[in-house]
T-cell receptor
């Protein structure tokens, strides 16, 4: 069974640009969650999508948005990039209940210059 | 304020030795507690998930305990191996209508030959 895949793996952008990251969950998984990981703040929850609907949301500004498609693939968009958005962005998929195991992808390393 | 604190921040042990990592939380209302292992440059891997009613859960050489009264959890690693060198992250979930994930900052474990 293929694992969670994320594209691209590495990305360099400049301040003010926008970026879209993609996540393909494990086949059969309906929930996709996104996380930001930085050395200073550690792991932080961005949002979760289940059956194309945002089910949970963390405390991030509206510049961070996402969506999920009917095949459960998900995208995350960050607009008007700031230097502080440089981070490893991880997505995780699960079957969908709150006690299911989450399987993480390898992450997308975003650098904002 | 919802918080998860892990100790120690870092730990060095010799191969074959046992060790215990701690996680204290002030999260309410508690839903579940997860332990993850994260190798450098990779996404976290789930070790255990425990709900309120569970006080011990094992996954191979990893055993997690939960004391919901004192709001403490521990992760015990038996007969450590070089491959156990990683960061170990404790995550506590709270459910208040929506779902919140509160992450600890992790314990960095290094196992020496």
């Amino acid at each position: 069974k293929a694992g969670v895949t994320q594209t691209p793996r590495y990305l360099i952008k400049t301040r003010g640009q926008q970026v879209t990251l993609s996540c393909s969950p494990i086949s059969g998984h309906r929930s996709v969650s996104w996380y930001q990981q930085t050395p200073g703040q550690g792991l932080q929850f961005l949002f979760e999508y289940f059956s194309e609907t945002q089910r949970n949301k963390g405390n991030f500004p509206g510049r961070f948005s996402g969506r999920q498609f009917s095949n459960s693939r998900s995208e995350m968009n960050v607009s008007t990039l700031e230097l502080g958005d440089s981070a490893l962005y991880l997505c995780a998929s699960s079957l969908g209940t709150f006690t299911d195991t989450q399987y993480f992808g390898p992450g997308t390393r975003l650098t904002v210059l | 304020k919802n918080q998860v604190e892990q100790s120690p921040q870092s730990l060095i042990i010799l191969e074959g030795k046992n060790c215990t990592l701690q996680c204290n939380y002030t999260v309410s209302p508690f839903s579940n507690l997860r332990w993850y292992k994260q190798d450098t440059g990779r996404g976290p891997v789930s070790l255990t998930i425990m709900t309120f009613s569970e006080n011990t859960k094992s996954n191979g050489r990893y055993t997690a305990t939960l004391d919901a009264d004192t709001k403490q959890s521990s992760l015990h690693i038996t007969a450590s191996q070089l491959s156990d060198s990683a960061s170990y992250i404790c995550v506590v979930s709270a459910q208040t209508g929506t779902y919140k994930y509160i992450f600890g900052t992790g314990t960095r474990l290094k196992v020496l030959a």
